[in-house]
């Protein structure tokens, strides 16, 4: 193979370093290939090396002739070589959701098409042409957007998602499809300057080079410095995670105590922490402040059900806002243990009872269910208090109370399960009737 030497092709060089970096040996990858002149001559890598590829072609029927004639040269290029190649076709009145931009469903639809034909053909990975200069345009969106650290350094390489053109320009892409006639198409709409990223690539970094003629080499040391930055603040948060985040009845939560007193350059670690954690909560002053309250406040409502309290975060995968039990059963022979579906279970014990009670089985209902706002419990010494009050006090979690539930004997309420018994109903210790509740949500 050395009739297309590394001294010569800059492009085979960085292609061949991100091989070895990423082991794609004897690995077969599934490659994104639009007609364009950057996955044409990835297509083209692949095959003088004899790496195992896929072809994927998605017609979006945007542009009419122009992109029938894309999946024509694909089709083409992919049978001269022996590359196997899959057409995907994008309907947009179909595919495009709600409050999603045409852009965004393109991007969403071919991703989704990519790993399922990964998928179907069992390979190992979904290689993309994304080159250093591709690079450089998302870095000045990101940077004009307000991105945080993450936002401006080169997304690494997840599980399956690789890039191995990553460190090569678009001059060395040019050089290499032109000297090995690789054929290409170019998308007209790429010169004009109606989208954000084409008025960067046609206007901004032109004047940049024009300013600055080794631009690409200082922004190349900025990104080697951010992305090194970036690693340090990656495992930091990794570790922070690994020495407080806990588990608990079904859910985890991370405790941010480490991080008091608050200080400003705190906020790029608990970014990073979030991210990692996939937790959807964009506002960090709001969060910062919070972190020095006793009372609850509710970070996201939906699944998952996130709050934090007392400079502790508290997430719930399966929990929402307004998720509250349901259970609601009479409990009948008080020989055997109640079962309250989804909530755990109450017996009769006279071995660390919870609760003592003066009950008369034969003639008493007894009902379990959710606590309600009307419900009150007689407290000896204290008079009369709303549950809702009595759960406040007790200073139960948002999820806690949700899960709340009250015995009552006649309709009334004697028991707020696990934490209050009330005084109408109340026995000495060794009297009356010995009441155990074991729940997760008690914990």
């Known amino acids: 193979m050395t009739h297309y030497s590394n001294k010569f092709f800059p492009l085979v060089n960085a292609f061949l370093s ?16 639009s007609g364009g002149v950057d996955s044409m001559s990835l297509l083209t890598l692949f095959h003088l090396h004899q790496f ?13 002739e122009e992109s029938d004639a894309d999946e024509e040269l694909v089709k083409s290029y992919c049978k001269r070589l022996g590359i196997p190649l899959h057409i995907i076709h994008f309907q947009k009145e179909r595919e495009i959701l709600k409050s999603e931009s045409l852009q965004m469903a393109a991007r969403r ?9 990964r998928i179907q053909e069992k390979a190992d990975f979904i290689a993309l042409a994304h080159h250093f200069d591709d690079w450089v345009e998302t870095f000045f969106l990101h ?3 307000g991105s945080g650290l993450r936002g401006l350094v080169q997304p690494p390489d997840d599980s399956l998602i690789i890039r191995p053109l990553r460190l090569a320009s678009k001059g060395d892409i040019l050089q290499f499809a032109q000297a090995y006639a690789v054929p290409w198409r170019e998308d007209a709409s790429n010169s004009t300057s109606k989208y954000e990223r084409n008025r960067i690539r046609n206007e901004v970094l032109p004047l940049l080079q024009s300013i600055h ?6 922004l190349r040391h900025t990104f080697e410095n951010l992305e090194v930055t970036f690693k340090y603040l990656h495992l930091q948060a990794q570790e922070y995670l690994r020495l407080y ?3 608990i009845f079904q859910g985890y939560k991370i405790s ?38 006793t009372e609850s406040k509710i970070w996201h409502i939906g699944f998952p059900l996130i709050f934090s309290r007392n400079a502790e975060l508290y997430i719930y995968p399966n929990e929402h806002r307004f998720n509250k039990i349901s259970v609601e059963k009479v409990w009948t022979d008080l020989q055997k243990p109640c079962d309250l579906s989804g909530w755990g279970r109450v017996y009769v014990t006279d071995q660390d009872a919870d609760a003592w009670m003066s009950l008369d089985p034969q003639n008493t209902k007894i009902l379990f269910r959710p606590w309600h706002s009307e419900d009150f419990i007689l407290i ?33 309420v004697a028991w707020v399960v696990g934490l209050q018994v009330d005084g109408r109903f109340k026995a000495k210790p060794g009297q009356g009737i010995g009441l155990k509740a074991v729940s997760g949500w008690l914990e």
Request: positive net charge; aromatic residues 8%; proline residues 4%.
């Open 18 to 33: 991100e091989v070895k970096r990423l082991g794609l040996e004897n690995k077969v990858c599934v490659l994104g290939v």
């Open 52 to 64: 195992k590829a896929i072809a994927v072609h998605v017609n979006y029927h945007l542009r009419g």
């Open 109 to 117: 639809f071919r991703y989704e098409k990519f790993e399922w034909v």
């Open 143 to 145: 940077l004009s957007r």
């Open 213 to 218: 003629p080794r631009v690409a080499t200082g």
């Open 245 to 247: 985040k806990f588990l």
């Open 256 to 293: 941010l105590k480490p991080l008091l007193p608050w200080r400003e350059e705190y906020g790029a670690l608990l970014q990073e922490i979030l991210f990692l954690e996939e937790l959807p909560i964009s506002d960090l002053n709001s969060l910062s402040k919070a972190l020095t309250t």
């Open 380 to 412: 000896p010494n204290s008079g009369r208090k709303k549950v809702s009050a009595l759960l406040k006090d007790k200073k139960l979690t948002l999820v806690q109370r949700n899960k709340t539930l009250v015995m009552t004997v006649n309709g009334e």
